[in-house]
Every structure is written in structure tokens, then in C-alpha cells.
């Protein structure tokens, strides 16, 4: 049960009620209590009557709730799921209302509430029926909010690292399939992320710069079409700096893994203007890092 008050007029005392006129208060208490009827701020008929009112059942607010999705009011269905989980916490009400809230933020595009509540269902529901889905939907909500390769990529990171959780936790679920494609496409986008940066640097002349980044897609994004671009790059970039059997290994890492690309012609051709050709060194981080793949 609420517990209310009303009155019939509006409040129009000062809510800056200073120290010295709460002592003038007192002080005039003190004299008679007859003066107080002055400091009402209501009609002399008018005081503050208690009105119970009876508080709505936590199923009557969640199909309230579920009616505002069937109308597509995602937002209002939202407010509603929010008001049983915070009337009636931790109940089974409070449970159902959590995870549809979730899919109400989520379709209403506020893809960081969505977030939020969908790993606060996982820490308060790690072992629930819904927690795949609840791991799902916040890997979406980091996704729907991927920016083009220019800006920062921290959603892009936080996405693939809920996707990844939504395959080792949950391998059996029916969101695993579409987890994968879209980490995917989430390393993609990472990998395109640092080539421009990598580029930036190969076009000052900056080889060091540039081949740390080139290295990193080749090490953690070996299987995104990056790579041919990746290996390349560094064929070109080690050339420069003069370290010749990491060039000649970058060009036989892309030749034997991508015999037809244009990126390994190039490469050849640019190997063969110095007198060298395409060799592996066994030894050499890139055919290390792509042996432990399976590629190579």
C-alpha cells in the first residue's frame, strides 16, 4: 500500500529557508502557539488529510508493459517494466520485467540502457534461461553503436568481447551462429581501424610506427580480409628499414596463403626490383603467428 498526502492548494513556502529565520520561528513558538496558524501556508479548513491508495499489482504493471510493446510505445514499455523491477525487486516479476526491458530499450534504439540493464539481468541472473539472450542483446547494443573506422572504437571493442562471451558461455544457444558472423565483423572493423592508422604512419615514413600496427592485424586478425593489405605492408615497410628476411618471409606468408591476390603480385614484383625473392624464415613472428591459427 502508497501512502499519499494532498491538500488543496499549492505549497508557496521558500524552500531557502535560512538559519536565522528558522531561530525567528522558534522564537515565536516559543511566545505562543497561536501565532504558528499565521506560518500555514494553507486555508484555515485546509490540512493534510493521509490517502491510501492501493498499490498496483506487480502483473498488472507488466502486461501493462507488455501492452505498450504490442502498440510499438517502447519507451513507455520501458517505464513500466522499469517500475515493477523497482516496486518489486528481486521477485519473479521483477525477473520477467528486467529482461523486457532490455528488449524495450533496445528497440527504442537507447542502445546504452539496453546495455545496462541487459548485464544487470546477467549479474543478478548469471544461471537463468534468459541469460544468453541477455548477453546477446548487449553485444547488439554495443554493435548498433559501431562507428566508422576513423573514430574511437571502444563499442567495437566492447562488442566483440560480449559476442565472444555469447559463444564460450552459451555454444549451444541460437544466438551463437549470428555471434560469430558479427564477430566477424566486428574484427573487421577493428583490423580497418588499424590499417588507416598503420597507413598514416607508412606514408610519413614512419616504419616502426607502421609496422607495429600492420603486425597487429596480421597477430589478431588473421582471418579478416585485412590481411592481404597487412602483409604487404610490412613486406614494404621491413624493405625500408632494411631488414630483408622479415620482408622476403612477409612476401612468402602472403603467397602461400594467397596465391592469387593482387597484393602478393605487387609484392613480388617489388621483391624482385631489390634482387630478392619470397622466402620463409620459420623463425619469424608472422609464420609463427599464422601456423597458430591453422593458416600458413
Known sequence: ?????????????????????????????VAGCDTLSSLNPFGDDEVYKPEIKPAVAAEVM????????????????AKR????DREYPFS????KALIMQTFAHYNARNFDEAAITGKRFLGLYPASDDAAYAAYMVANSYYN???DTARDQDRADKALMAFREVVERWPKSEYVEDSRYKITVVQDQLAGREMDIARFYLKKRNYTAAIN????????YQRTNQTEE???????????????????????????NYPDSVWYKDTYTLLQTK???PRESTDSWMSKAFKSVGLG
Do not use: C
Not at 507488466?62 to 514499455?77: H, K, T, W
Open 213 to 220: 600496427r600492420f603486425r597487429a592485424v596480421v597477430s589478431n
Open 145 to 147: 553503436q559501431i562507428p
Open 81 to 84: 517494466f522499469a517500475k515493477v
Open 230 to 256: 597487412a602483409l604487404a605492408r610490412l613486406a614494404e615497410a621491413y624493405l625500408a628499414l632494411g631488414i630483408v628476411n622479415e620482408a622476403q618471409t612477409a612476401a612468402a606468408v602472403l603467397g602461400h
Open 92 to 95: 519473479t516479476w521483477s525477473k
Open 1 to 29: 500500500m502508497t501512502l499519499r498526502f494532498k491538500s488543496g492548494s499549492q505549497l508557496r513556502l521558500s524552500s531557502r529557508l535560512t538559519f536565522p529565520l528558522m531561530a525567528v520561528m522558534l522564537a515565536v513558538s
Open 62 to 77: 507488466y502486461n501493462q508493459g507488455l501492452a505498450f510493446l504490442n502498440e510499438n510505445s517502447f519507451d513507455s514499455a
Open 275 to 277: 634482387g630478392l625473392e
